[in-house]
């Protein structure tokens, strides 16, 4: 049984660093054709890609936020981090983590809502 | 960047009515790779179909998919009052990864 769960702050203010860890199990990041991507959705808005990492540790961004983002992950602890540098009120969203299998999002954790504010 | 357009915005159906989404890409969206979700109000999203047509574990068999290229469609045969939900699409083919903005399918 797939499962990942998301954590990380509930607030953080403008300019600030958020880092973002799923946490799952089921499944191995180093099973080829595995990998782990973040998601986020603005309230009341639609989904937006982010980041994935793949097994053999190939890392893609969305080109929008790629200067900001970063992508890790801790094999041995079934983890992956997603750090997000000079965050704005914009970036208020729900954070998703999905286990991919090639490419395909098929398993998702519940979300995390961060919020921005000073 | 694949730009993925849905339509309707919203539709409104009364259960057991059948239910037509579309999604159009700005380019062709390679070897079908097409997804579809469904999300209700706060949940995170569930992959109904993959492949352009193939549907994922344990989802009904109402649900299908179609089209290749720039054009897909996602149908629901019969409207159960649990399909009641905002429905996406999402194309793996290329990256930047990309999704549609959501057609809403609500109760009339």
């Known amino acids: 049984q797939i499962t990942l769960k998301e954590s990380g702050p509930t607030l953080v203010k403008p300019t600030q660093t958020l880092t973002l860890t799923c946490t799952f199990s089921g499944f191995s990041l180093s099973t080829s054709g595995v990998g782990v991507g973040w998601i986020r959705q603005p309230p009341g808005k639609a989904l937006e890609w982010l980041a994935l990492?793949?097994?053999?540790?190939?890392?893609r961004y969305s080109p929008s936020l790629k200067s900001r983002l970063t992508i890790t992950k801790d094999t041995s602890e079934n983890q992956v981090v997603l750090t997000m540098t000079n965050m704005d009120p914009v970036d208020t969203a729900t954070y998703y983590c999905?286990?991919?299998?090639?490419?395909?999002?098929?398993?998702w954790g519940q979300g995390t809502l961060v919020t921005v504010s000073s | 960047e694949i730009v993925l357009t849905q339509s309707p915005g919203t539709l409104s159906l009364s259960p057991g009515e059948r239910a037509t989404l579309s999604c159009r890409a700005s380019q062709s969206v390679g070897s079908s790779y097409l997804a579809w979700y469904q999300q209700k109000p706060g949940q995170a999203p569930r992959l109904l179909i993959y492949?352009?047509?193939s549907r994922a574990t344990g989802i009904p068999d109402r649900f299908s998919g179609s089209g290749s290229g720039t054009d897909f469609t996602l149908t629901i045969s019969r409207l159960e009052p649990e399909d009641f939900a905002v429905y996406y699409c999402h194309q793996y083919g290329s990256s930047p990864w990309t999704f549609g903005q959501g057609t809403k399918v609500e109760i009339k």
């Open positions: 492949g352009a047509s």
């Open positions: 990492i793949y097994w053999d540790d190939d890392k």
């Open positions: 999905a286990h991919s299998r090639y490419s395909i999002f098929d398993y």
